[in-house]
């Protein structure tokens, strides 16, 4: 056993060592029993949480209203949750009052699936009064108890539904799945918060096909509490294979590209799912440097001239950044598969930005104070215009990324730009 482990292994211990009973339960119970790699311990306990807090050197109040006491085994944190009964639910999410019991088996019996309801004492034995790993087994995902119930206890448990579904690659069982499809006009109480956090675990989990496929089937992101673009989906599912993509942000850019949501709308999408400012800046240049290469290619359509696209392509970067092209690129291929489109760019769009000599202001051989003492004048916004031309030129091929010959250039296009002021 891992160090991980063992640290859990010496919380339960030292709890039954005090005439407490004592468990792993939960997440790792379920992962280590499928031989997956398991992130945290989590400890259920008869002990309250004043009788943890005493009992171990170094401990955090982190829920104490749950009954929820995080315990430090070196650095390793483990929380160690009394158990509990949930008293009334209030607005469709879990209740702020608990009930401590001294008893696994109804601790148990308020989690969501079965075989998230599984506990594991400090011999390995495993306690599963709900038969969760026959239903894993049998490759189904079942609530605990009647689906309806729990789903109306608490909404975020379609979603959490939706995700250990894909994720662990399940069929959700027949009764569970009719509750969610019931139930799901409930998600309208729940914090867009939380529905990104699922969202996010979803298409960023290890099948987010099916987590794609599931929330069409399901329909519920037409129910979110406040109405997001993403729910077009449900009448349309996208062709695309999101599986070869990596990560949430390059699978989101893909379904909004498919889609073709404008990057404005993407942007307030990310926005009510509470994504931080760089994931929706990650996601909103991808889609608006996709827009940007689909109308100047508008423009020039018709016009074979050779090099076109890459000019195009090279602006576009510019503009947008390498970082988001890489991105758009990828999408691309992926999209190639499904669709006709922008072949070119999926297979050239890579060669070209590793052949740009530079892409931003900072990778050019020249500053702002070079390009002012030689034209021996004081700054002005045509400044930044000047630069932004010799940039272009530069990574168009038709200046050298040399200081000299931007020096010259600048001298050649100073007139002209002050003309423009
Ligand atoms: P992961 O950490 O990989 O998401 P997990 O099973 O550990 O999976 P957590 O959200 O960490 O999930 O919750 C730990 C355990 O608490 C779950 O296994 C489940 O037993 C219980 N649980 C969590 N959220 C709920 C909920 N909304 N309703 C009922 N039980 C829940
Ligand atoms: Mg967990």
Same mark, same amino acid.
């Given at each position: 056993?891992?160090?991980?482990?063992?640290?859990?292994?010496?919380?339960?211990?030292?709890?039954?060592?005090?005439? @407490?009973?004592? @468990?792993?339960?939960?997440?790792?119970?379920?992962?280590?029993?499928?031989?997956?790699?398991?992130?945290?311990?989590?400890?259920?306990?008869?002990?309250?949480?004043?009788?943890?807090?005493?009992?171990?050197?170094?401990?955090?109040?982190?829920?104490?209203?749950?009954?929820?006491?995080?315990?430090?085994? !070196?650095?390793?944190?483990?929380?160690?949750?009394?158990?509990?009964?949930?008293?009334? @639910?209030?607005?469709?999410?879990?209740?702020?009052?608990? +009930?401590?019991?001294?008893?696994?088996?109804?601790?148990?019996?308020?989690?969501?699936?079965?075989?998230?309801? #599984?506990?594991?004492?400090?011999?390995?034995?495993?306690?599963?009064?709900?038969?969760?790993?026959?239903?894993?087994?049998?490759?189904?995902?079942?609530?605990?108890?009647?689906?309806?119930?729990?789903?109306?206890?608490?909404?975020?448990? #379609?979603?959490?539904?939706?995700?250990?579904?894909?994720?662990? =690659?399940?069929?959700?069982?027949?009764? %569970?799945?009719?509750?969610?499809?019931?139930?799901?006009?409930?998600?309208?109480?729940?914090?867009?918060?939380?529905?990104?956090?699922?969202?996010?675990?979803?298409? =960023?989990?290890?099948?987010?096909?099916?987590?794609?496929?599931?929330?069409?089937?399901? !329909?519920?992101?037409?129910?979110?509490?406040?109405?997001?673009?993403?729910?077009?989906?449900?009448?349309?599912?996208?062709?695309?294979?999101?599986?070869?993509?990596?990560?949430?942000?390059?699978?989101? &850019?893909?379904?909004?590209?498919?889609?073709?949501?404008?990057?404005? $709308?993407?942007?307030?999408?990310?926005?009510?799912?509470?994504?931080?400012?760089?994931?929706?800046?990650?996601?909103?240049? #991808?889609?608006? $440097?996709?827009?940007?290469?689909?109308?100047?290619?508008?423009?020039?359509?018709?016009?074979?001239?050779?090099?076109?696209?890459?000019?195009?392509?090279?602006? %576009?970067?510019?503009? @947008?950044?390498?970082?988001?092209?890489?991105?758009?690129?990828?999408?691309?291929?992926?999209?190639?598969?499904?669709?006709?489109?922008?072949?070119?760019?999926?297979? +050239?769009?890579?060669?070209?930005?590793?052949?740009?000599?530079?892409?931003?202001?900072?990778?050019?051989?020249?500053?702002?104070?070079?390009?002012? $003492?030689?034209?021996?004048?004081?700054?002005?916004?045509?400044? !930044?215009?000047?630069? !932004?031309?010799?940039?272009?030129?530069?990574?168009?091929?038709?200046?050298?990324?040399?200081?000299? $010959?931007?020096?010259?250039? &600048?001298?050649?296009?100073?007139?002209?730009?002050? +003309?423009?002021?």
């Amino acid at each position: 056993p891992d160090q991980l482990q063992q640290g859990a292994l010496q919380v339960v211990k030292r709890l039954v060592g005090q005439g @407490y009973q004592a @468990y792993l339960v939960g997440g790792c119970v379920r992962d280590g029993q499928l031989g997956r790699p398991v992130k945290d311990y989590d400890i259920a306990t008869s002990a309250k949480p004043e009788q943890v807090q005493a009992l171990f050197e170094r401990t955090i109040p982190t829920g104490l209203q749950h009954g929820t006491v995080t315990v430090l085994i !070196g650095r390793t944190p483990y929380e160690v949750t009394t158990f509990r009964k949930e008293g009334d @639910y209030e607005g469709f999410r879990r209740p702020s009052e608990v +009930e401590y019991i001294d008893n696994l088996q109804e601790d148990l019996q308020r989690r969501d699936f079965t075989m998230n309801a #599984m506990a594991m004492d400090q011999d390995g034995q495993l306690i599963d009064p709900f038969h969760g790993m026959d239903d894993v087994r049998a490759g189904i995902l079942r609530c605990v108890g009647h689906a309806a119930e729990r789903f109306s206890e608490d909404a975020l448990r #379609m979603l959490r539904c939706l995700r250990f579904a894909s994720e662990y =690659g399940l069929r959700i069982e027949d009764s %569970t799945w009719q509750a969610l499809l019931a139930g799901k006009t409930l998600l309208r109480h729940i914090a867009m918060e939380r529905v990104r956090a699922e969202l996010e675990r979803m298409l =960023g989990g290890r099948n987010p096909d099916l987590a794609l496929q599931l929330l069409v089937d399901s !329909g519920v992101l037409d129910h979110t509490k406040q109405e997001l673009q993403l729910a077009r989906i449900v009448g349309a599912k996208p062709k695309t294979e999101l599986g070869s993509l990596p990560g949430s942000l390059l699978r989101l &850019a893909c379904l909004y590209i498919e889609m073709q949501i404008d990057s404005a $709308a993407v942007e307030e999408d990310l926005r009510l799912l509470t994504f931080s400012k760089q994931q929706i800046e990650a996601v909103r240049s #991808m889609v608006a $440097a996709h827009e940007m290469l689909h109308s100047l290619n508008e423009q020039s359509s018709g016009d074979e001239e050779a090099g076109t696209l890459k000019r195009i392509w090279i602006l %576009t970067a510019l503009r @947008y950044g390498v970082e988001a092209m890489h991105g758009l690129r990828q999408v691309y291929r992926q999209l190639a598969n499904s669709q006709e489109a922008d072949v070119h760019w999926s297979q +050239e769009g890579e060669a070209w930005l590793h052949a740009l000599p530079a892409s931003k202001l900072s990778e050019l051989q020249v500053t702002g104070q070079l390009l002012l $003492a030689r034209l021996d004048t004081k700054p002005g916004p045509w400044l !930044g215009r000047l630069l !932004g031309e010799l940039l272009e030129a530069v990574a168009l091929g038709l200046l050298p990324n040399d200081q000299e $010959a931007l020096l010259e250039a &600048a001298q050649l296009n100073y007139a002209k730009i002050r +003309e423009t002021e």
